[in-house]
C-alpha cells in the first residue's frame, strides 16, 4: 500500500516538467517574427547608411539570427530589399489615388492634392524607396516594380485627363497618355531629388507646390506646342 502511495507521488512530475518545456517553445520566435526581424533591419539600417555598405552579416546580427538562418529565409540581402520596396509601392499606390468624380468638383485643388499624394505615399518608406531606386541598374526585378507602379500613375492621370477633357473643362492639346506620361516622370525626377541628397532640388514643400503649378497649366492652359 506504501508503495502504491509513493508511486502515485511521483506521476505527476513527468506532465509538469512536460508543461514547462511545451511553454518555453511556444515563446521562440516564429519563422514570420524572424522574416519581420530581417526586414525591419535592413530598413532601419537604410536610413543610416547606403544599401551597399550593408552585408548580410549586419542584417543577420541585427536581426538576432545566425547567418545560415539567414540564409534560410532570403537568399541574399538583394532579396531582402526587392520584399520591402514592393511593400512600400504597393501600399502606397491604389489607397492615394482619388475617384475620377473629384476632380470635376474641384479641379485645381485636386491636381494640387494628386500631387502631394504622389509624395506622401513613399515618405513613410523614403529610405527603402531611395535605396531600391538606386539599385534598379542592377536589380531588373526592382526594374519591372517601378515600371508598374508609375504606370499605374500614369494610367490614372491619363483618364482623369480625359474625364476633363470630355466635359470640356480642359482643351484637346497633345494626347492625354503623353501629357500624363511626361507629368508623372517630372513627378519622379522631382521626387527623388527632393527626398534625397542630390542638387540642384527645392525643398519638398516648394517642390510640390512647383509641380502643381506646372500640372494645371499643362491640363488646362490650352497652348498646343509647334516646333
Not at 57 to 84: E, I, M
Not at 98 to 107: D, I, K, L, R, S
Request: some cysteine.
Amino acid at each position: 500500500m506504501s508503495k502504491n502511495s509513493t508511486h502515485c507521488k511521483v506521476d505527476p512530475v513527468p506532465a509538469a516538467s512536460s508543461t514547462r518545456v511545451r511553454g518555453r517553445r511556444a515563446t521562440r520566435p516564429s519563422g514570420d517574427d524572424r522574416e519581420a526581424a530581417i526586414l525591419r533591419t535592413l530598413e532601419d539600417m537604410l536610413e543610416q547608411r547606403p544599401f551597399a555598405e550593408i552585408s548580410v552579416d549586419d542584417l543577420a546580427k541585427g536581426a538576432g539570427l545566425s547567418r545560415p538562418t539567414f540564409y534560410f529565409y532570403f537568399a541574399s540581402k538583394d532579396a531582402v530589399l526587392v520584399r520591402l520596396f514592393a511593400r512600400a509601392i504597393t501600399a502606397s499606390a491604389a489607397e492615394q489615388r482619388q475617384p475620377p468624380g473629384t476632380v470635376t468638383e474641384h479641379p485645381q485643388q485636386a491636381w494640387h492634392d494628386g500631387i502631394f499624394a504622389f509624395f506622401d505615399s513613399l515618405r513613410p518608406h523614403r529610405a527603402v524607396v531611395l535605396a531600391g531606386v538606386a539599385a534598379m541598374a542592377t536589380n531588373a526585378e526592382l526594374r519591372q516594380m517601378w515600371s508598374t507602379y508609375m504606370t499605374g500613375w500614369i494610367d490614372y492621370t491619363a483618364a482623369l485627363i480625359t474625364t476633363e477633357r470630355v466635359r470640356g473643362a480642359a482643351p484637346e492639346t497633345i494626347p492625354a497618355h503623353d501629357l500624363a506620361t511626361a507629368l508623372n516622370l517630372m513627378n519622379e525626377r522631382v521626387l527623388l531629388a527632393a527626398q534625397g541628397s542630390q542638387r540642384p532640388t527645392l525643398p519638398e514643400q516648394a517642390a510640390t507646390e512647383a509641380l502643381a503649378h506646372i500640372w494645371i497649366a499643362s491640363i488646362y492652359g490650352g497652348t498646343t506646342a509647334s516646333v
